[in-house]
Structures are given as structure tokens and as C-alpha cells.
């Protein structure tokens, strides 16, 4: 059974940033697509970023040019940086893994999720 180990959360400042990480046990890490969720306190789960065996890369709208998904596959590792983070950014962060190669914004549509990190931004 393939696990997903994440790391990197914190608190920050807003303006600031992070990394966060995600380590696959296993699996044939190249052909499979990841995404980062968030879920804050009151609020769904929704989708932040994603990326496909190909490397094509997929945002939501409230990220998009702060936010960056890339994935190292020797390392078996992706990867979220996190720029000019705001409070608004606050949430507990998943990484998500999916058999289909489709980089999904729907987290129904993904196989293995890891425990999450909290991510607390302060303004």
C-alpha cells in the first residue's frame, strides 16, 4: 500500500513563505498525477495545485502566480512552494496521489492521500 508522508507546514507571516513536501512510499511515482488540497476549519476540502505524469501543472484561481507544484520523481517527492502567503491561506494541506495520469481538481478522483500539515499564515 503506497503511503504519503507531507512536511514543510508552519506558521508564517503573511508575505512569507514555504515549501512543502510530499514523499511516496511507493508505486511507480513517474506515471502517477499529484495534487495538493487544503482544507480550512468550517470549509471543504478544495484543490490548490496539481501535476501530471508530464509534468503539466494545474492551479486554482486563488494560487495562480503565487504558487508553485513540481515533482522530483528520482526522489519520489512533490513538492509546494508557497510565495507571498496570506492569512486567507490558512489550512491544513494534503497531498494526493491518483493511478490515472489526469491531474484531477476533484478530490473524489484521487487513489492515496497523506495525514496533512498545518499551515497557519498571521497577518
Known amino acids: 500500500q503506497v503511503q504519503l508522508v507531507e512536511s514543510g507546514g508552519g506558521l508564517v507571516q503573511a508575505g512569507g513563505s514555504l515549501r512543502l513536501s510530499c514523499v511516496s512510499s511507493?508505486?511507480?511515482?513517474?506515471?502517477?498525477?499529484m495534487g495538493w488540497f487544503r482544507q480550512a476549519p468550517g470549509k471543504e476540502r478544495e484543490f490548490v495545485a496539481a501535476?501530471?505524469?508530464?509534468?503539466?501543472?494545474y492551479y486554482a484561481d486563488s494560487v495562480k502566480g503565487r504558487f508553485t507544484i513540481y515533482r522530483d520523481n528520482a526522489k519520489k517527492t512533490v513538492y509546494l512552494q508557497m510565495n507571498s502567503l496570506m492569512p486567507e491561506d490558512t489550512a491544513v494541506y494534503y497531498c494526493?496521489?491518483?493511478?490515472?495520469?489526469?491531474?484531477?481538481?476533484?478530490?473524489?478522483?484521487?487513489?492515496?492521500w497523506g495525514q496533512g500539515t498545518q499551515v497557519t499564515v498571521s497577518s
Open positions: 501535476v501530471r505524469s508530464g509534468l503539466t501543472t
Open positions: 511507493g508505486g511507480i511515482f513517474s506515471r502517477l498525477a
Open positions: 494526493a496521489l491518483n493511478y490515472e495520469p489526469s491531474a484531477s481538481r476533484k478530490a473524489d478522483e484521487y487513489d492515496v
